[in-house]
């Protein structure tokens, strides 16, 4: 009653079926909520959570991404207070001890397995809980569900389908009886529509029948794009609509190419939103769509995962998606979940789903038409076939997904090293802890025994690298039939993570490489590029932390695209014919660095490991990359042109930075290889630390009011606050041009120091008395590089690496420290290239 009573005061009367649901939960029973969006599943959450208060339980909170986890975070803020709510989502804590936690999913499998029955945690709400059917993260949906017997679990969705098998198993584990709401109908009706006009045409008949906000669902983010530069030229938006944006925005840093792009576009009323973006742009949309500045938003169907965005119609483009492996028909949960985000109660009173018919059975009805009732014209018209690849759909497709009920959850449990590190860390009867993880989950008896076969593989590996231990016990135990006691053989330090298949190999990787070059094994000299300094130790480690990382097939596919043309180019050069040229070119690839000496270890590695061959090893190199071409992240995106994924570009150095500063053993950590790992963080937080922002909101006690407050973020910490990454960015843009030097590149040089014009005149001077301008290892290393730290400025002198070593060359430059933290990079101007 105290629950309904604070509703009401906030001018809430509740849904026959969340008044149910908030009955069950105070009961103590489990609840599974399947119903559909808009039907208020936060505001059953925030009972949960008052609930569990009452009770002086500890609540958690989880959701898939961490966009969603931040956006909740702050809701659940504004009604319980800040003291109340804490949030982790592995980069970052706050309030982490409070009694309401907000986290993903991953987060709270963790500590399930590291604490299970004995962890505080008292509730569990689980948000999207369709995600438990993810082929790659599906097993930490479950993990809680196994592992902790003492909380009481909130399951929500729109698409869950049918789940009496699941809400039986869990009354079983829990002991608490498990509620299912289901089967409510929509409190803001959808109307289904299937057009063959073309797409244009129906966007703009949309804008004109008062049916916008529409989001434009395509299945590429290409396509996405695509349209939303098509739609530049419509008239989307008033004058006074495009001038209240432009007010918004105005102090808005748009910094990179593809966010030049999104400026134009969202000062016309249009969005672009796709998970190739950056967070900080995607948070940009979602803000103005939430204020309603934004008539039409074109981009994945990204947006289909809880995002609190007000859309009135969801115009789809195809009903076919690729899905990694083939292209197929969207199933009846991807539909639901797209068409779920049309018409948001509050907001509308219906709302709009419309199929845009393929685009050759658009053109075909409109000759059809064009012919009238004239027979000769019809037996004239030509028939537009479809494309070559197309998977068929059309209006019986589209009817059919109307009505089709979600398919029913499957399991998808996993069992990883890092899973089974956290299992030991627990202590207790680790056999039987696993044995129940690994015979006790949802998968069919089959799926168990190769579960089972995993985690034994896997044990034998996490020994073999001596990260764990097995201790016998002593005659008096054995004959107690105590187990043998298994056990971490070090302190993990708190951020310690494993958290790749192949860490415990990366682990193992690491020793074949000294700090001291003159202690490396032969095998790893023989695979190293130019140079041996110390230098060289840090970006091998760098490429063994790579190796193990999942591939960012868009810069990837890029790196071998230009590789192939530079080696086109070279064979043309040495007269090769083109057959033969076609075979050489199949061996060309992108750069992978260590591939020689990471192949024969993993080799080793895995001969008394079979199961670590199931996972792939990935040399590659685009953290190493960046570094040796000495480039900003701007620069790097637009040299391999990847604009439209510069988001996956981040997301892949946040992961290299995350897993080189808590994977990497400190007492391998040169001081070169800490210069690194701070540069790359550095960089990191300096292209989006928007999600950093909002927690040091949180943490200084003045967070902003998310739904009226500013859109623009406030800028990152100052850049030359961290001297060690500072002095890096400073290296690296000098080093720049003595790359672009040592190639007598003098345009992009002007370009670069346009108020510089001595670079032809001074080249000339070098290239008169050495041959060459070296720019291997040595070359780029700090013995090379004399930096004057000022209060406003420094003074850099850069020396020039000759092939006779007199060093009696280099270029001059200073720094503005104030312009460098206005800019997010090192500002360098140019003084004097010349002769010591």
């Given at each position: 009653?105290?629950?309904?009573e604070?509703?009401?005061?906030?001018g809430?009367?509740l849904y026959p079926?969340?008044?149910?649901?908030?009955?069950?939960?105070v009961?103590?029973?489990n609840?599974i909520?399947s119903t559909p969006?808009?039907?208020?599943?936060s505001?059953v959450a925030?009972?949960?959570?008052f609930?569990?208060?009452?009770?002086?339980?500890?609540?958690?909170?989880?959701?898939?991404i961490?966009?969603?986890?931040s956006e909740k975070?702050?809701?659940?803020?504004?009604?319980?207070?800040?003291?109340?709510?804490?949030?982790?989502?592995?980069?970052?804590?706050v309030?982490a001890?409070?009694?309401?936690?907000?986290?993903?999913?991953?987060?709270?499998?963790?500590l399930?397995?590291r604490?299970?029955?004995d962890?505080?945690?008292?509730?569990?709400?689980?948000?999207e809980f369709?995600?438990?059917?993810?082929?790659?993260?599906?097993?930490?949906?479950?993990?809680?569900?196994?592992?902790?017997?003492q909380?009481?679990?909130?399951?929500?969705?729109?698409?869950?389908?049918?789940?009496?098998?699941l809400a039986?198993?869990?009354?079983?584990?829990?002991?608490?009886e498990?509620?299912?709401?289901?089967?409510?109908?929509?409190p803001?009706p959808?109307?289904?529509?299937?057009?063959?006009?073309?797409?244009h045409?129906?966007?703009?008949?949309?804008?004109?029948?008062d049916?916008?906000?529409?989001y434009?669902?395509h299945?590429?983010q290409a396509?996405?794009?695509?349209?939303a530069?098509?739609?530049?030229s419509?008239?989307?938006?008033s004058r006074?609509?495009?001038?209240?944006?432009?007010?918004?925005?105005?102090?808005?840093?748009f910094t990179?190419?593809?966010?030049?792009?999104?400026s134009?576009?969202?000062?016309?009323?249009?969005?672009?939103?796709?998970?190739?973006?950056?967070?900080?742009?995607?948070?940009?949309?979602?803000q103005?769509?939430?204020?309603?500045?934004?008539?039409?938003?074109c981009g994945?169907?990204?947006?289909?995962?809880?995002?609190?965005v007000?859309?009135r119609?969801v115009?789809?483009?195809?009903?076919?998606?690729?899905?990694?492996?083939?292209?197929?028909?969207?199933?009846?949960?991807?539909?639901h979940q797209?068409?779920?985000r049309a018409?948001?109660?509050?907001?509308?009173?219906?709302?709009?789903?419309?199929a845009?018919?393929?685009?050759?059975?658009?053109?075909?009805?409109?000759?059809?038409?064009k012919?009238?009732d004239?027979p000769?014209?019809?037996?004239?018209?030509?028939?537009?076939?479809a494309?070559?690849?197309?998977?068929s759909?059309g209006?019986?497709?589209f009817?059919?997904l109307i009505e089709?009920?979600?398919?029913?959850?499957?399991?998808?449990?996993?069992?990883?090293?890092?899973?089974?590190?956290?299992?030991i860390g627990?202590?207790?009867?680790?056999?039987?802890?696993?044995?129940?993880?690994v015979?006790?989950n949802?998968?069919?008896?089959?799926?168990?025994?190769?579960l089972a076969?995993?985690?034994?593989g896997?044990?034998?590996?996490l020994?073999?690298?001596?990260?764990?231990?097995?201790?016998?016990?002593?005659d008096?135990?054995?004959?107690a039939?105590?187990?043998?006691?298994?056990r971490?053989?070090?302190?993990l330090?708190p951020n310690?993570?494993?958290n790749?298949?192949?860490?415990?190999f990366?682990?193992?990787?690491?020793e074949?490489?000294?700090?001291?070059?003159?202690?490396?094994?032969a095998?790893a000299?023989s695979?190293?590029?130019?140079?041996?300094?110390?230098g060289?130790?840090a970006?091998d480690?760098?490429?063994?932390?790579e190796?193990t990382?999942?591939?960012?097939?868009a810069i990837?596919s890029?790196?071998?695209?230009?590789?192939?043309?530079?080696?086109?180019?070279?064979?043309?050069?040495?007269g090769?014919?083109?057959d033969?040229?076609?075979?050489?070119l199949?061996?060309i690839?992108y750069?992978?660095?260590?591939?020689e000496?990471?192949s024969?270890?993993?080799?080793?590695?895995?001969a008394?490991?079979?199961?670590?061959?199931?996972f792939?090893?990935?040399?590659?190199?685009?953290v190493?990359?960046?570094y040796?071409?000495?480039?900003?992240?701007g620069e790097?995106?637009?040299?391999?042109?990847?604009a439209?994924?510069?988001?996956v570009?981040?997301r892949?150095?946040?992961d290299?930075?995350?897993?080189a500063s808590?994977?990497i053993?400190?007492?391998?950590?040169?001081?070169e290889?800490?210069?690194l790992?701070?540069?790359?963080?550095?960089?990191v937080r300096?292209?989006?630390?928007?999600?950093?922002?909002?927690?040091?909101?949180l943490?200084s006690?003045?967070?902003v009011d998310?739904e009226?407050g500013?859109?623009?973020?406030?800028?990152?910490k100052?850049?030359?606050?961290?001297?060690?990454a500072?002095r890096?960015l400073?290296?690296n843009?000098?080093?720049?041009r003595?790359q672009?030097?040592?190639?007598?590149d003098?345009?992009?040089?002007?370009?670069?120091d346009?108020?510089?014009?001595?670079w032809?005149?001074a080249?000339d001077?070098?290239?008169a008395?050495h041959?060459?301008?070296?720019t291997?290892?040595?070359?780029?290393s700090?013995?090379?590089?004399m930096?004057e730290?000022?209060a406003?400025?420094?003074?850099?002198?850069?020396?020039?690496?000759?092939p006779?070593?007199?060093h009696?060359w280099?270029?001059?430059?200073?720094?503005?420290?104030?312009?460098?933290d206005e800019?997010?990079?090192?500002?360098?101007?140019?003084?004097?290239?010349?002769?010591?």
């Open positions: 009653m105290a629950f309904v604070w509703a009401e005061g906030t809430i009367s079926a969340q008044d149910e649901a908030v009955i069950e939960i009961s103590g029973n609840l909520l969006t808009g039907t208020g599943k505001l925030i009972g949960a959570h609930a569990a208060m009452a009770d002086g339980r500890r609540t958690y909170y989880t959701a898939p961490k966009a969603l986890v975070f702050f809701a659940l803020v504004d009604v319980f207070g800040a003291e109340n709510v804490g949030m982790v989502t592995g980069d970052s804590a309030n001890d409070a009694p309401i936690v907000c986290c993903t999913a991953e987060i709270l499998a963790n399930a397995l604490e299970g029955p962890a505080d945690v008292g509730q569990v709400v689980m948000d369709h995600f438990y059917g993810d082929p790659d993260r599906g097993w930490a949906w479950q993990v809680p569900l196994l592992t902790l017997p909380a009481q679990f909130i399951l929500m969705s729109a698409t869950l389908g049918d789940v009496t098998a039986a198993d869990l009354t079983r584990r829990t002991g608490r498990t509620a299912v709401v289901t089967g409510v109908e929509r803001v959808l109307h289904y529509f299937y057009e063959v006009t073309p797409i045409e129906t966007i703009d008949d949309l804008l004109h029948t049916r916008s906000p529409i434009i669902v299945f590429s396509a996405a794009m695509e349209r530069q098509a739609l530049a419509a008239k989307v938006a006074e609509q495009r001038d209240e944006i432009a007010a918004l925005i105005g102090d808005f840093r990179t190419a593809f966010g030049k792009t999104l134009r576009l969202l000062r016309m009323g249009i969005g672009v939103h796709h998970a190739g973006m950056l967070p900080k742009y995607r948070r940009l949309v979602e103005l769509a939430q204020r309603g500045m934004l008539r039409v938003i994945t169907d990204t947006l289909g995962v809880g995002i609190n007000p859309i119609t115009l789809l483009t195809a009903l076919t998606k690729f899905d990694g492996t083939r292209m197929r028909q969207l199933n009846a949960r991807e539909f797209i068409a779920g018409g948001r109660a509050g907001f509308d009173t219906a709302g709009t789903v419309v845009q018919a393929p685009e050759h059975e658009s053109e075909n009805i409109a000759a059809i038409r012919a009238g004239d000769k014209k019809k037996r004239k018209i030509i028939r537009k076939k494309p070559d690849g197309f998977v759909w209006e019986p497709s009817n059919k089709a009920e979600p398919e029913t959850l499957t399991s998808h449990m996993q069992i990883t090293s890092a899973m089974m590190l956290n299992v627990r202590g207790g009867d680790v056999f039987a802890n696993m044995r129940a993880l015979y006790d949802h998968e069919p008896r089959a799926k168990q025994r190769m076969l995993r985690a034994l896997i044990y034998r590996t020994l073999e690298s001596r990260v764990v231990e097995r201790v016998p016990s002593t008096a135990e054995r004959g039939q105590r187990r043998d006691e298994v971490l053989t070090v302190d330090q310690f993570a494993l790749q298949p192949l860490s415990p990366a682990l193992a990787a690491f074949l490489l000294d700090p001291d070059p003159s202690l490396r094994l095998d000299r695979v190293q590029a130019a140079g041996s300094g110390t060289q130790f970006l480690m760098i490429s063994i932390v190796s990382l999942d591939d960012p097939r990837l890029q790196q071998e695209f230009i590789a192939r043309g530079e080696a086109v180019a070279a064979m043309k050069a040495e090769i014919e083109y033969e040229r076609m075979e050489l199949e061996q690839t750069p992978k660095p260590l591939e000496l990471l024969a270890a993993f080799d080793t590695f895995s008394a490991q079979p199961w670590i061959r199931d792939a090893l990935h040399p590659k190199s685009v190493r990359d960046m040796e071409r000495a480039m900003s992240f790097y995106v637009a040299f391999y042109k990847v439209r994924s510069e988001g570009v981040l892949y150095l946040s290299a930075y995350r897993a808590q994977t053993p400190e007492h391998l950590k040169t001081e290889l800490r210069d790992i701070e540069w790359l963080g550095e960089l300096q292209v989006d630390s928007s999600l950093l922002d909002e927690w040091e909101e943490v006690g003045h967070p998310h009226d500013p859109v623009v973020p406030p800028a990152p100052r850049l030359t606050t961290n001297k060690r500072f890096i400073v290296r843009e000098l080093f720049r003595v672009l030097a040592a190639r007598e003098l345009e992009t040089l002007a370009e670069l346009p108020s510089f014009d001595g032809e005149a080249l001077g070098y290239f008395e041959d060459e301008i070296l291997g290892a040595d070359a780029r700090s013995a090379l590089l930096i730290e000022g406003t400025s420094w003074s850099i002198r850069q020396i020039l690496d000759d006779e070593g007199d009696d280099g270029i001059s430059a200073t720094v503005d420290l104030a312009e460098s800019a997010g990079e090192a500002v360098i101007t140019v003084t004097a290239v010349n002769r010591l």
